[in-house]
């Protein structure tokens, strides 16, 4: 579904992605994984179409994607964002910003789309004309993914989604997703700093450092720590807490 060859995003002399490949199969659920400012994120906005000037190959459904993207492109690929707050307009009821990409695709009965995903995302209909304010964090980010979910994607590209939750919502949220996934049939690729969310989602996933690919490996091989890489198997370890032996050895 998805297919990224040779991927390089440059900022002036910057290099924020540096020649990175991987496959999406249909219906597989893959994970970026890297500490902040390893370029996963960056990555994935060069797929959603919100990065300019970058090189290399980018694949989805077979189509081969250029820096310009058609109508049918967001149709089938949709982006679920960081922060839920900041990604709903805070003047618009839920009702409106779902409605809204139907009406810019020229598509008929919104209010029943608006209510099927509502539905979908665990709200009930009392949601439908409150504004972001009047909700919750956890309540936010299922109407983000209620608006991802409006054209009836084939793939959801997840910028952190959790990360700005409590974590008892986060759970919650990625419960949804994964149910989500498995009843639509959907494509993900899922950008996480944290190991534990990024195994628990997805069955393979590529680490990444300073805008390269350092490892890709089945998520067994993260939940077992049978990672070859000196900075994957540092990143397990700084995931799990502190380590006195690791914080020595970078002291020396």
Known sequence: MIEIDGLTVRFGG?????????????????????ESGSGKTTALKAIAGLVRGWSGRIAVGGEVLGERRSRGF????????QDPYGSLHPRHTVDRT????VR???????????????RAVGLGPEFRYRFPHQLSGGQRQRVAIARALMLEPKVLLLDEPTSSLDVSVQA????????????????????SHNLAVIAHMCSELAIMKEGRLVEQVPAAALRSGALADPYSR???????????VAAAALVD
């Open 104 to 118: 810019i695709h020229g598509l008929r009965d919104a209010g029943a789309r608006v209510e099927r995903v509502l």
């Open 74 to 81: 967001y149709r089938q690929v949709q982006m679920i964002f």
């Open 234 to 244: 540092q990143l397990l370890r700084s995931s799990e807490g502190y380590d006195r």
């Open 172 to 191: 919650e949220i990625l419960n949804l997703l994964a149910a989500l996934r498995q009843a639509r049939g959907l494509t993900y690729l899922f950008v």
């Open 98 to 101: 779902l409605a809204e990409p």
């Open 14 to 34: 910057f290099t924020a992605v540096d020649d990175i490949s991987f496959r999406v199969a249909e219906g597989q659920a893959f994970g970026l994984v890297g």
